[in-house]
């Protein structure tokens, strides 16, 4: 069955970095596009940063974090990056990555419903 394990979470001061990895298995990984989401307490889920599958490496991103934020992918080891800069305290929250087939041809989805899969999230807390 599809796993997806994240990790790299943790306690981070305003304006540091961290790198989040979400481990894939149970998939043809480049076949998947593979998102970050999060879900801050009292908030619903939101979308991060997606990149598309079938090696186009198309990204796309949140206002939010546009220009602090990038995702990669590395179709060799089966694992989805986030690499997070600038942090600020309104970054913090459960970080979850997730999957779904891509479409050849078609945008990465930015929708949580659009996704099969999901990680069981890894914390990111950044204080001020």
């Known amino acids: 069955q599809v796993q997806l394990v994240e990790s790299g979470g943790g306690l981070v001061q305003a304006g540091g970095s961290l790198r989040l990895s979400c481990a894939a298995s149970?998939?043809?990984?480049?076949?998947?596009?593979m998102g970050w989401f999060r879900q801050a307490p009292g908030k619903e889920r939101e979308f991060v940063a997606t990149?598309?599958?079938?090696?186009?490496?198309?990204?796309y991103y949140a206002n939010a974090v546009r220009g602090r934020f990038t995702i990669s992918r590395d179709n060799t080891q089966n694992t989805v990056y986030l690499q997070m800069n600038s942090l600020k305290p309104e970054d913090t929250a459960v970080y979850y990555c997730?999957?779904?087939?891509?479409?050849?041809?078609?945008?990465?989805?930015?929708?949580?419903?659009?996704?099969?899969?999901w990680g069981q999230g890894t914390q990111v807390t950044v204080s001020s």
């Open positions: 990149i598309n599958g079938w090696n186009t490496g198309s990204a």
């Open positions: 149970g998939l043809i990984f480049s076949r998947y596009v």
């Open positions: 997730a999957a779904r087939l891509a479409r050849l041809g078609v945008s990465p989805p930015r929708a949580r419903d659009e996704y099969d899969y």
